[in-house]
Nanobody
Framework: QVQLVESGGGLVQPGGSLRLSCAAS????????MAWHRQAPGKQRELVAA???????NYADSVKGRFTISRDNTKNTLYLQMNSLKPEDTAVYFC???????????????WGQGTQVTVSS
């Protein structure tokens, strides 16, 4: 069983910063791509940022220049540094990881439970 545990969400004022973390644990053989998605009320879930096992990143246009995705492969942990936050960044943020489980050949996508980020004055 693979578990993703998120932390770092909360309430912040516009212009402020937050750092989200997502730690993967369990019978992990290898982690490939990892990503953050978010979903605001009444809207579809959207990709925020993604990162490959080699460190290649991709961002949604709405967060480019403000957010930075990174990972620590030795700790199986994903991060999202969010700066210059805006009210429109308010959403539930979900992490995911494409994981090859120990002793198995297939790769499965695991999701965290989501963490609330609220940007408000």
């Amino acid at each position: 069983q693979v578990q993703l545990v998120e932390s770092g969400g909360g309430l912040v004022q516009p212009g402020g910063s937050l750092r989200l973390s997502c730690a993967a644990s369990g019978s992990i053989f290898s982690i490939y791509g990892m990503a953050w998605h978010r979903q605001a009320p009444g809207k579809q879930r959207e990709l925020v940022a993604a990162i490959t096992s080699g460190g290649v990143t991709n961002y949604a246009d709405s967060v480019k220049g403000r957010f930075t995705i990174s990972r620590d492969n030795t700790k199986n942990t994903l991060y999202l540094q969010m700066n210059s936050l805006k009210p429109e960044d308010t959403a539930v943020y979900f992490c995911n990881a494409d994981v090859r489980v120990a002793s198995l050949d297939n790769v499965y996508r695991y999701w965290g439970q989501g963490t609330q980020v609220t940007v408000s004055s």
